[in-house]
T-cell receptor, first 117, second 110 residues
Framework: GAVVSQHPSWVICKSGTSVKIECRSL??????MFWYRQFPKQSLMLMAT?????????EQGVEKDKFLINHASLTLSTLTVTSAHPEDSSFYIC?????????????FGEGSWLTVV | DAKTTQPNSMESNEEEPVHLPCNHS???????IHWYRQLPSQGPEYVIH???SNVNNRMASLAIAEDRKSSTLILHRATLRDAAVYYC???????????FGTGTRLQVFP
């Protein structure tokens, strides 16, 4: 099946700094990618929809100035957590779909652990 | 977004079949039923999806009720590697989003 890769797998950063997480579709082009956040023992929470060549669409309650999303190419979307705080520590997961229809399959990356100290 | 209801947890013995139920009484005609599973500290893994007809693949089978208000994921012979949280999700044609519920934590015993 299609492969979605995230980098880094884990990162530790100091409070107040920014950190960037990359999401790549390795063998297909993805016009749409999704970013999720997952806290321990909880389900995935959709943060935003990343559209290639246009602005991301954020879910209600997600600060767009804090979680910057850039989808500059058909194979790469990035999530930048700006001015990170300990409460931003979480498991961040991206996904990408192979087409633009609800019947298409969405593939997920391996996830990226962010720890803010 | 249409919601799904799943049991919080289920148990199975190795090599036995497992039937994971999902209720989605508010499903619309254009919602696809997707199943994903997630192992600890990993991203979700695609299992299967369907619209109206039952579906089979190498991982599992998906049985969809005639009125589409419920579905069942069938693992024909559970293995220890099948222990995971299984998510039943309705994907809206209009939004393309996958909204995760709480899922079912499947435990498999040797």
């Amino acid at each position: 099946g299609a492969v979605v890769s995230q980098h880094p797998s884990w990162v530790i950063c100091k409070s107040g700094t920014s950190v960037k997480i990359e999401c790549r579709s390795l063998d297909f082009q993805a016009t749409t990618m999704f970013w999720y956040r997952q806290f321990p023992k909880q389900s995935l929470m959709l943060m935003a929809t990343s559209n290639e060549g246009s602005k991301a669409t954020y879910e209600q309650g997600v600060e767009k100035d804090k979680f910057l999303i850039n989808h500059a190419s058909l194979t790469l979307s990035t999530l930048t957590v700006t001015s990170a705080h300990p409460e931003d520590s979480s498991f961040y997961i991206c996904s990408a779909e192979t087409g633009g229809e609800a019947g298409n399959t969405i593939y997920f990356g391996e996830g990226s652990w962010l720890t803010v100290v | 977004d249409a919601k799904t209801t799943q049991p919080n947890s289920m148990e199975s013995n190795e090599e036995e079949p497992v039937h994971l139920p999902c209720n989605h009484s508010t499903i619309s005609g254009t919602d696809y039923i997707h199943w994903y599973r997630q192992l600890p500290s990993q991203g979700p893994e695609y299992v299967i999806h369907g619209l109206t007809s039952n579906v089979n693949n190498r991982m599992a089978s998906l049985a969809i009720a005639e009125d589409r208000k419920s579905s069942t994921l069938i693992l024909h012979r559970a293995t220890l590697r099948d222990a995971a949280v299984y998510y039943c999700i309705l994907r809206d044609l209009n939004t393309d989003k996958l909204i995760f519920g709480t899922g079912t934590r499947l435990q498999v015993f040797p």
